[in-house]
């Protein structure tokens, strides 16, 4: 990321489509059933409440414009001249992340929570010198392991899945980095 308007700028633009995912997701909760006497066309002919469509649109309109606004106070921690680069990248990934999930799921839980957990799990640790490298490539076959042992456990869908096998991955990676050890704290995930 660029400079401190650059930073900022960024993190804005993905709280933004953070808000469009929100507003997705919000989707099927203002849909309801066409009501009686509607006037007939496409929504009669679908069976829906005619209004839900405008109530759409409004949404992904004014969600993504309030959501920098919103997110402002939380991430402004995060432009500090202290806060390590790998907690604005993660924290702007899981603003992210949330689009992709909308598009397979629409559940606005899982749109919201894993992001905001994220994002108060960075902006706690904003200061933790988490030395990621090139080393840190051995984290994707972890997280597919992981995702994998999760398949098994738990009757969830594969996306929420790979949110949580990722999630577990990368706090047990930030959690090594508490215990002082001469090696990587990749290499930790290395047999």
Known sequence: MGGGAGRHLILR??????????AIAAAPLISRPAPPGQI???ATTFGIDARAPFWFIALLVAIP???????????????????RRWAR???????????????????????????ALVLIVCIASRRLRA?????????????LTTFFALIDLL????DKLLILATAIVLTVRLLIVLIHREALPASCFAL
């Open 13 to 22: 633009i993905c709280a933004a489509v953070w808000g469009i995912a929100i």
């Open 40 to 42: 007939p066309g496409p």
């Open 65 to 83: 414009l309030l959501m920098p606004w919103i997110t402002s106070a939380l991430l402004r921690p995060l432009l500090e001249a202290g806060t």
């Open 89 to 115: 990248n993660c924290a702007a990934i899981s603003m992210l992340v949330p689009i992709w999930f909308v598009t397979i799921t629409q559940d606005i839980l899982w749109v919201i929570v894993p992001a």
């Open 131 to 143: 030395d990621f490298s090139l080393h840190d490539a051995i984290l994707l076959p972890t997280v």
């Open 155 to 158: 009757p969830v869908g594969i």
